[in-house]
């Protein structure tokens, strides 16, 4: 017997215990008896469709135990609805489980049901602050913030102030450029890096970053985005690319994402492909040996035959 068989508030209720395929399964999952126990009556109160606080308990007993169980998730939401629950309590409760459970992304879900239902984020944007002290690159609390954003009108709300921020922590944050980029052209029938003040700017806030790290892939595909968002050739990069990779000065290149960008240059360039041929012979024998194949592939597709070693480059 167990915590709900011998309490009498769950007297009225028959359990419905798990059916794994009769009396010999295949493969039975080793739940523990309390887990099989809890969730056997999660079954009979979600046949009964029964929201009430006793299945509100219920299903915190078993995010405790398991809080990756979206069922038990949905249901929860739908007891606090259906209860009229006050769910500012409902996310200091979750405050703390997310704090204990920091890449479970059911719960970033059930927090975007109960504060799209409040209609309010009061908040949020500082909870999800804590959230990445923890882990300043988890892709759940990153998405949310976007939907938080998206769905409360936060885009002039300091979001890109927010985003100079975590690069200033971290200028590799991967996630962190990922938000700025969304923060500037996300929002419907945005123009973004469209305007020419805006774009100067996005491509200073690049250039900056390239300046802390220049082997940082993040930043040179910012820029990359900016000319492909804007429908601008990549030669209007040449000059940022050509400090951190020149051809003339093959043994000082400070950036192989540099010169990979030099290469596209290059190749569009009327007179450009053998130099561009150079750019990637140097990547596959010197700067990014680990993907030679695809080098060779690129430059293949130029029609320039074989690597050339970066001996032979040089001389």
């Known amino acids: 017997m167990g915590k709900y068989a ?3 508030a769950w007297s009225d209720l028959t359990p419905l215990p798990t059916d794994e395929g009769g009396s010999h399964p295949l493969a039975q999952i080793a739940y523990s008896a ?4 809890t969730m056997s009556y999660l079954r009979a109160l979600m046949a009964a469709n029964e929201f009430s606080p006793r299945a509100l308990d219920l299903t915190e007993d078993l995010i405790d135990m398991n809080p990756a169980h979206y069922t038990v998730w949905l249901y929860r939401a739908q007891c606090l609805f259906a209860l009229h629950s006050d769910l ?3 996310l200091e409760w979750l405050n703390e489980t997310a704090l204990a459970h920091q890449k479970n992304y059911q719960i970033w879900h059930h927090r975007n049901l109960v504060v799209d239902k409040l209609g309010e984020c009061e908040g949020e944007t500082e909870f999800v602050a804590r959230m990445f002290e923890k882990d300043a690159k988890n892709y759940h609390v990153w998405s949310y913030r976007q939907w938080l954003v998206k769905r409360f009108d936060l885009w002039e709300a300091g979001e890109l102030e927010f985003t100079e921020r975590m690069l200033g922590e971290d200028v590799r944050n991967n996630s962190a450029w990922n938000h700025r980029w969304f923060v500037v052209n996300g929002r419907v029938g945005a123009v973004g890096v469209g305007d020419p003040e ?3 700017r996005e491509v200073r806030f690049a250039e900056e970053a390239i300046g802390k790290v220049a082997q940082n892939q993040s930043p040179w595909n910012y820029l990359r985005g900016i000319m492909r968002r804007c429908g601008m050739p990549l030669a209007e990069l040449k000059g940022i690319a050509e400090q951190y990779a020149s051809l003339e000065r093959p043994e000082a290149v400070r950036s192989s994402f540099a010169l990979d960008l030099l290469a596209d240059i290059l190749a569009e360039e009327e007179d450009g492909k053998e130099q561009a041929g150079r750019a990637l012979d140097l990547l596959a024998s010197r700067y990014d040996p680990i993907r030679k194949n695809y080098w060779a592939y690129r ?13 032979a480059v040089v001389a």
């Open 6 to 8: 011998d309490g009498p």
């Open 34 to 37: 309390d887990y099989e126990e």
């Open 88 to 90: 500012h309590e409902e």
């Open 198 to 200: 805006v774009r100067a």
């Open 299 to 311: 430059k293949d597709q130029l029609g320039l035959g074989e690597l050339k070693q970066a001996v």
